[in-house]
């Protein structure tokens, strides 16, 4: 035994450093694209993030940012972390795996052969390192997310549960179940993912606890698992803010005690509540006593108080008393519920809760006012708030409105009158007048909620704002008329039926949303662009062509791009068939095979499809979501790993007389696996030596004018949180202020952007809180077609109105009087500001609102200083780099303006300095990794008029190639699928006509001599 531990403990070593060597290897030295930015900002400087923040990996990454030389290594070192949590993800997946197959293949450790030894640890490191290559896993190794952290603690606390199996006949084995608990309470301050361990884990406790056990027994723990998950996600979390928030009114608002108060005496009575319960039930001198406290501490906890108001409180009682109860029920034989077991819970909680308490971090830094303090959550009440995400909403789960419901009316005179259910009161501190008035919260409103005319079970199709997506994806839907009176008037209305919204839920939520990422794991992926249907773009594939071939088209006839994309990954399936021989082995060995398959499966479905139905998707997804199921992939690894230990056992059983040679031959030709994966993953997955997030990021700062401290408007999160990494962590332009337009729509947001924030002075809004405090000013109607600011005259034709965020960038242009300059990124919609379309100056990825402009304007001597001299491209002429798909989109947006700034330069007459643009573009971004667009024509158009056709070939060749590469690849899609391609359908025959038009003006004529068949016959074919 002793050396089997030494040789598993060792070659689990080994596959940690192999996966913390392949991680840090491959991460990307700065921020990445999306929430990357803004989770290393957070760290670093322990500021608030977006709902529902991840306090402990702040701490964490706030940890590792130490040992960062200067503050450009900064997100390196956060990026190294995620790397080395990853590596440990690795380690206790390796251990997790040898212990099940140990537990399958010897019941005692005498029958522990060198054969089985080898087999046993083949396992291991076979299933580890292909998690360690998989698709998902690798790609958030690699940056500073939640999601490798999430990962880790997964892992480990799956694992504990294991060793706690091993030892929970000896004394002292409930210190497992404790750990385990303080795991999944600092789990909490990372991501909630980790609480989807809780069914495996008790169904583990419950088959080590009552080996007799069966089918009725194994529904009943998996009963008990989901109310223990219930207690956690909608008891303990909220409920320590509802209890807390009662206490807070009651010291605030009824003993005029100051902010706070309330909250800090509940904090201290909940400790000492516990701790009394602990004490009184480990010494067992009285039993009522114990009982007592036990139930008080319950209470305390928040467990009970599901809901709000007297409701909560009700309920709350209601389940004390059977607490109560229950814990005083005695049979024949002695208590129901023993000491221990109320000891080992009440530990168990206190361990939860001081896991948790890293959200103190949250409010204590929210009440500094840091630079980025989103939500600002500086007492229970917006504590609360903050952690239910109440600014993103809900959607229906098992009941509620399908996309195509009418919001229900009441009739209340002459005026129809939408009919709401009144939710849970949103507290909020009164601001002062004087320093005299008392401390007070105020309900600033209530989480009211439309009621609906037309509901249905289970809806998936069910916001009105994806209507068109869900009949697109669906190829029209049917549904039923339903009649029903609005305003006195009866009105039809189309909801789908009960079976086409099931077939939405397998068709997208589960299979294009959930099975297409795990086949992109364990059998192949198409390429790494962004599907929304698309025959071409993200599908998973098999390398077998037959099969590829019949599911998704001839793929050798796949634009050349396509199929040199490096997110081209061929397994052949491997992964998934090693997977599925463990699955069955697992599950027909015997009674401790099946359950241990029903351990892995419910860790594999609640990571999984559980956390499909509950996210509820809607179709167009801003990005891939593979990330949320990682911890599904990880335990079929685990399957993959049983695979491997059930061919070295069949293999030693037909071959007795060389067991162990014949079980090496195995383990290597089962090794091959990972090891092919690795070839096929590394070029898509090695973000070394790319700069873009943060270069591109600068750029946005570095567009705006240097003197006034200017601001600029940003809408995505690829053009707020990467200015925001700039800003905070590197020191870039602290002089400007970035001012995301969805958050100026929130009033504690506007107090933000009012206070001073390194060397940017406040913005000059001149209203106070009280005018656009939450409920105010939310739409303001207008009756007048213009407005003057200055010597502008800004249109509002046809406006009824405007938002809270389109009256605070009126009044800082207001206040401002032009002397402070205020941006907009070239990123943002043109349906955001529309009115201010009209005086818009491009200087580079920002537009300059001016007073003087009537129509869109170019300042072509500051945008050529800024692409020429004061952008960074980062990294992007670096040969065989890795370009996906979000650094591509932000590189054409260089394009674009480059493309503009060639124009105009041209023009002008001004080709030298056009050409200087050109070889700039060439020089930073080169076609082999940033293919040319449309937006290359303007370099066509140069080359030619500088007499440098050669060059202007080779782009007009370049894009009527792939222009008919693309477009021949299109009509050979089933014309049920046709439809998914229509965008790139229109761009490519854009892009076609656009490099025609430029051949003819320059008369290159081989050029539509060659394409000018092929032009009219898809002209024809697409009419």
């Excluded at 009943?220 to 807390?244: D, H, N």
């Excluded at 698309?534 to 019949?550: K, L, M, Q, R, V």
């Excluded at 092919?676 to 973000?687: E, L, V, Y």
Aim: glycine content about 6%; overall charge negative.
């Amino acid at each position: 035994m002793k050396k089997f531990r030494l040789v598993d403990n060792i070659l689990g070593w080994l596959t940690f450093l192999v996966a913390a060597v392949v991680y840090c290897s491959t991460i990307e030295p700065t921020a990445s694209f999306w929430d990357c930015p803004e989770f290393i900002t957070t760290g670093y400087l322990l500021e608030v993030g977006h709902p529902p923040g991840a306090p402990f990996f702040m701490l964490t990454a706030n940890l590792f940012t130490q040992f960062a030389s200067d503050a450009t290594q900064v997100a390196k070192m956060v990026n190294t972390m995620s790397a080395l949590l990853s590596a440990g993800c690795i380690l206790f997946l390796f251990w997790t795996i040898t212990h099940l197959v140990r537990r399958l293949l010897i019941d005692d450790w005498s029958e522990l052969t060198i054969a089985r030894t080898i087999a046993i640890e083949a396992s291991g490191i076979v299933g580890a390192l292909i998690y360690t290559f998989s698709d998902t896993f690798w790609f958030s190794a690699v940056e500073g997310e939640v999601y490798a952290y999430s990962s880790c603690f997964t892992a480990v606390v799956f694992w504990m549960i294991l060793k706690w199996e091993d030892v929970a006949d000896k004394p002292g084995s409930d210190r497992w179940l404790i750990l385990i608990t303080y795991m999944t309470g600092l789990s909490i301050g990372v991501h909630l993912l980790n609480l989807l361990c809780i069914p495996a884990i008790v169904l583990v406790f419950y088959y080590k606890k009552y080996p007799d056990a069966d089918l009725k027994g194994s529904l009943f723990a998996l009963f008990i698992s989901v109310i223990l998950m219930a207690a956690v996600l909608y008891g303990v979390i909220p409920g320590i803010i509802t209890v807390g928030g009662w206490f807070e009114l009651l010291f605030v608002n009824h003993l005029n005690m100051p902010f706070n108060t309330g909250a800090i005496v509940y904090i201290v009575l909940l400790i000492a509540t516990v701790l009394w319960a602990i004490y009184e039930t480990y010494n067992k001198n009285n039993t009522k006593r114990g009982n007592l406290a036990f139930t008080l501490a319950i209470g305390m906890l928040g467990i009970p108080f599901y809901g709000y108001g007297w409701s909560a409180a009700i309920v709350g009682a209601v389940l004390l008393v059977a607490i109560w109860l229950v814990i005083n029920f005695k049979k024949k034989s002695g208590a129901l519920i023993s000491n221990r077991i109320k000891n080992t819970a009440l530990c168990c909680m206190l361990m939860l809760m001081i896991g948790y308490s890293t959200y103190a971090l949250i409010v204590v830094r929210s009440s500094a006012n840091p630079p980025m303090d989103q939500n600002s959550p500086e007492d229970i009440f917006t504590l609360g708030s903050y952690l239910s995400r109440d600014q993103y909403g809900d959607s229906p789960l098992l009941y509620g409105q399908a996309y195509t419901s009418q919001v229900a009316l009441d009739i209340e005179g002459n005026m129809c009158i939408p009919r709401m259910k009144k939710g849970a009161p949103i507290y909020q501190q009164v601001e002062k007048k004087s320093a005299d008035e008392p401390d007070r919260y105020f309900v600033v409103r209530t989480k009211d909620k439309y009621v609906y005319e037309q509901n249905m079970l289970f809806p998936r199709m069910h916001d009105s704002s994806h209507a068109q997506a869900y009949e697109d994806w669906m190829g029209g839907v049917d549904g039923t008329v339903r009649d029903y009176e609005h305003c006195g008037q009866i009105i039809s209305v189309k909801t789908p039926t009960f079976l086409e919204n099931m077939r939405f839920f397998l068709s997208y939520q589960c299979n294009f949303m959930y099975w297409r990422y795990f086949m992109w794991n364990f059998a192949g992926r198409q390429n790494d662009l962004q599907s929304n249907g698309e025959a071409e773009h993200g599908n998973w594939i098999t390398g077998f062509s037959f099969i590829d071939d019949a599911i998704l088209g001839d793929q050798s006839r796949l634009p050349d791009e396509l199929k040199q994309n490096k997110g081209h990954n061929v397994f052949y399936c491997m992964p998934l068939i090693l997977g599925l021989i463990g699955l069955f082995w697992q599950a027909y060995k015997g009674k401790k095979g099946i359950q241990q398959f029903w351990v892995v499966f419910f860790l594999f479905f609640m990571t999984g499809l559980a956390i499909v139905i509950y996210l509820n998707q809607t179709p167009m997804q801003p990005r891939e979501r593979d990330c949320a199921y990682a911890g599904s992939f990880y335990a079929f690894a685990i399957w993959i790993g049983m695979g491997v230990g059930m061919i070295s056992e069949k293999v030693r059983v037909k071959s007795t007389k060389y067991a162990s040679l014949m079980a090496v031959l195995s383990a290597i030709a089962c090794l091959l696996v990972p090891i092919q994966m690795a070839s096929q993953t590394w070029d898509d997955h090695d973000r070394s030596g790319r700069y873009t997030c943060r270069d591109f990021g600068a750029n946005y700062l570095n567009s705006m004018q240097r003197e006034g401290h200017p601001i600029i408007l940003t809408n995505g999160d690829n053009d707020t949180f990467p200015l925001w990494y700039n800003h905070e962590v590197e020191g870039v332009r602290t002089d400007t202020r970035v001012v995301n337009m969805e958050y100026l729509q929130t009033d504690w947001y506007i107090d933000q952007m009012k206070r001073q924030a390194y060397d940017s002075p406040p913005l000059p809004i001149s209203l106070s809180h009280e005018d656009y405090k939450e409920g105010r000013m939310e739409y303001v109607p207008i009756d007048t077609d213009s407005i003057a600011i200055g010597p502008a005259t800004i249109s509002l034709k046809g406006k009824q109105g405007l938002f809270k965020n389109e009256l605070m960038v009126l009044d800082m242009l207001l206040q401002a009087n032009w002397e402070r300059s205020v941006y907009m990124s070239i990123s943002m919609g043109s349906d955001i500001l529309p009115f201010l379309r009209d005086h818009l100056v491009l200087e580079g990825l920002a537009y300059r609102i001016s007073p003087t402009a009537t129509n869109q304007r170019i300042d072509v001597e500051r945008l050529y200083d800024n692409i020429m001299h004061r952008f960074r491209y980062g990294g992007l002429s670096t040969k065989d780099i890795y370009v996906d798909e979000d650094v591509k989109r932000m590189a054409h947006t260089h394009q674009l303006i480059m493309g503009v700034l060639i124009d105009s330069l041209l023009q002008r007459g001004d080709i030298k300095r056009a050409l200087n643009v050109c070889h700039k573009w060439q020089k930073e971004m080169p076609q082999e990794n940033v293919p040319y667009t449309e937006y290359a024509l303007s370099m066509a158009r140069c080359y030619y008029m500088a007499r440098q056709p050669e060059q202007g070939d080779e782009i007009l060749s370049s894009l009527l190639r792939r222009s008919d590469e693309w477009l021949s690849w299109i009509n050979t899609i089933k014309l049920s699928r046709r439809a998914g391609s229509l965008y790139n359908r229109y761009t490519w025959m854009q892009t076609m006509e656009q490099a025609l038009v430029v051949a003819e003006q320059f008369e290159r004529t081989e050029f539509i001599h060659q394409y000018i068949k092929q032009y009219e016959y898809y002209n024809k074919q697409y009419q």
